[in-house]
């Protein structure tokens, strides 16, 4: 035995390094949070498919004027603050995952041609649609954060149309609706969620829920978002108008 040998306490020989992981965890946890989350928001964003009067409502409601009296833009912008930490750490985590040389890529990519197994193509896709996030994601949370008393029919029509937001929302849709059910699939099989006897058997069922789902979310956002652009396009004249609700408008007789 040499010196170092003789340094080097028993303790010290077994003790393992629990970071990679805690660093697993916090990724699962974060993306949990994210995909659930992203299937709220879409719906809270489709309610105007059901109206301009019923999207005003879901506005109002997320401002607190039904438990207030009086509308609160702030909670909004604290709320999606929040979204936007859990969303800057999960990209944090996140980056250990991506190739960091064009080297290393190159190697990935060979192994994924190689392999053709759809789990190492889905893992390639998601790092992708992440890698785009970092841009489109963080524009919008940002604008979303400084601009709460702007977001309803015609405000938010506005800004999809007469601000140009249209383009990074198709991006930003398709990119989060690959990626959230590609990972909320990753997670399932991960942790071993709602494993039955065949293995097998539960993984050909995720697959069909999660291509259920991206088909059903991909197909509510993509209607939100030509209802949005429609009410944009007649809207063009009058940019910058709020939407008055049917309730509050004069009665025309
Ligand atoms: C800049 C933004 C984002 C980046 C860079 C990013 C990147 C990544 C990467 C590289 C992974 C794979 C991790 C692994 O292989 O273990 C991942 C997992 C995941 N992401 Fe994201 N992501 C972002 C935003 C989002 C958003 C907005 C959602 C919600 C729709 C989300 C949901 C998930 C889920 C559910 C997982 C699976 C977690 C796991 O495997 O443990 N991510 N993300």
Redesign the pocket.
């Given at each position: 035995m040499n010196q170092f040998d003789r340094n080097v306490t028993d303790k010290h020989r077994y003790k393992f390094d629990a970071m990679p992981a805690k660093l697993?965890f916090i990724?699962?946890a974060t993306?949990?949070f994210?995909?659930l989350?992203?299937w709220g928001h879409m719906l809270f964003v489709s309610s105007i498919l059901l109206g301009k009067d019923a999207m005003y409502s879901v506005t109002k409601f997320f401002e607190g004027e039904y438990f207030f009296g009086k509308s609160y833009p702030i909670i909004v912008s604290i709320t999606v603050a929040i979204v936007f930490i859990i969303?800057i750490v999960?990209?944090l985590v996140?980056l250990r995952?991506?190739p960091n040389s064009y080297r290393q890529y190159r190697i990935y990519r060979a192994h994924m041609k190689q392999m053709r197994h759809s789990d190492t193509t889905l893992?390639f896709y998601?790092?992708f649609t992440?890698?785009v996030?970092?841009f489109l994601?963080s524009v919008h949370l940002y604008i979303m954060m400084t601009n709460p008393g702007n977001i309803g029919p015609y405000e938010s029509a506005d800004r999809v149309v007469s601000q140009w937001m249209a383009p990074l929302y198709l991006l930003l849709l398709l990119a989060?609706e690959f990626?959230?059910s590609i990972?909320?699939y990753?997670?399932v099989l991960?942790w071993g969620w709602f494993e039955g006897s065949n293995p097998k058997e539960s993984r050909k069922r995720y697959k069909k829920v999660k291509y259920i789902i991206t088909l059903f979310f991909l197909t509510l956002g993509l209607l939100s978002l030509a209802a949005y652009i429609k009410i944009g396009l007649e809207h063009k004249e009058r940019v910058g108008e709020r939407y008055t609700p049917t309730s509050l408008m004069p009665s025309q007789k």
């Open positions: 697993d990724q699962s993306g949990l994210l995909a989350f992203m969303f999960h990209a996140a995952k991506f893992w998601q790092v992440g890698f996030m970092f994601g989060v990626h959230g990972g909320l990753r997670l991960k």
